[in-house]
DNA sequence: ACCTGAACACCGTTCAAGT
DNA sequence: ACCTGAACACCGTTCAAGT
């Protein structure tokens, strides 16, 4: 036991404080962490506390309750997918149709790679998203994202004249209903044997645009 | 305390055992209550008990987990969207396109009325749906029923030549798409502010008929 | 077969206290 | 300002026991 008294002294030891300030930070990847490892279920806020090393009620300083940590990864994870788009779309700025099919490829992707952040950041665990301004602001970032993308395929006619922000609301419907009935299991394997959820979603895209 | 055991024994109080053998199904019912008045959050296996008049412990003897009364709640729900679906189409045998939308319709009701129950259907809460037969075989024959009106569409020319469970998966995951983004508070106000959901799907159905 | 009550581990949240 | 530890109410699950 001396041994170890001594080693504390000369190297601080991980179990110390060592969320540099940035607690907050550190619990919100703590958080993301979890939602991959164990899934929305095994998210509390306890462990959460645990993995950044801080005791259970430390959150407390940070986040007023469990929801607004969740708004919190939910806020972080739509910033990456916001991100995400962003590139994919930026990348073919002379093709709508392209960035029509490489962005729902993105958001099909980021749902594969982060599916349990994906279910958080849309399957109604978070209960009054209206009280996270950064998480709304964010949220409808990206649903612009979507309505420029569209206003390009109808300037190019690939999609027809309407509404623009009523043609998004159909188009990101489409592409996050299918992905949404995936992630359910509610997509038969008489489909999945034939296609992959990017070839359902590109069919049914292909169906809307000429 | 003379009076309460004579009272006990020549009229059966309520708090006795009044579950007529039944008590399974009064716990799926108590579930759904508890789902339409403290929403997904708000359900637990000892309210549901205290609900239908039992020991926190009961339902152990008709369900083996909280998963597995989930589970029976939404194949119950599931039974209930699939009469409806079935009343709304059979209304209407002669008219591919008003099944299409009445159809659709009676999802979008089912979803407003129902929301907390919709959730849990479609939300991921449920985690192994494949372990519970009652519940794939009812999500598998709804799916059978859209295809059926999908089919019925292409017959009469109304949705383009595809292989039929394919377009299904579009059909029913752009319905399902717009529902769940409206339910997640995804839908901007601009488009809320000159269109209900109804009138959202049906733009978007009618983009995919002809 | 069906149900109860005590028990256990875990959870979210609060609060007085320490630095 | 930031964090700890005890405490409270609530939860899912198990189990010995009662009818």
């Given amino acids: 036991m001396t041994v170890s008294r001594f080693s504390l002294t000369i190297s601080p030891m991980p179990s110390k404080k060592y969320h540099h300030g940035d607690l907050k930070n550190a619990l919100i990847k703590a958080g993301v962490e979890i939602l991959a490892k ?5 998210l509390s806020l306890r462990k ?29 994870g739509f910033n990456q997918l916001y991100a995400e788009l962003e590139s994919a779309i930026s990348s073919h700025s002379k093709n709508p149709k392209k960035q029509l099919i490489e962005g729902a490829k993105t958001y099909i992707r980021f749902a594969e790679e982060n599916t ?18 950064s998480f709304v602001e964010i949220s ?6 979507v309505v420029e993308v ?8 690939i999609l027809p004249a309407a509404p623009a922000d009523l043609m998004a609301v159909s188009v990101w419907g489409q592409l996050h209903g299918i992905v949404s ?13 034939r296609h992959n959820i990017q070839e359902i979603v590109s069919f049914a895209i292909g169906q809307m645009t000429t």
């Fill in 48 to 76: 959460v506390a645990q993995r950044a090393g801080v005791s259970h009620s430390a959150p407390y300083a940070h986040f007023p309750d469990k929801q607004s940590l969740i708004a919190a990864i939910s806020t972080e």
């Fill in 116 to 133: 349990d952040t994906f279910k958080i950041m849309f399957s109604g665990v978070l209960e009054k998203e209206k009280d996270y301004p």
């Fill in 181 to 193: 009935l995936a992630l359910e299991g509610q997509v038969p394997h008489t489909v999945l044997d």
């Fill in 140 to 145: 409808s970032k990206t649903f612009k994202l």
């Fill in 38 to 42: 164990e899934g929305v279920s095994g």
């Fill in 150 to 157: 569209v206003q390009a395929c109808q300037s190019a006619a």
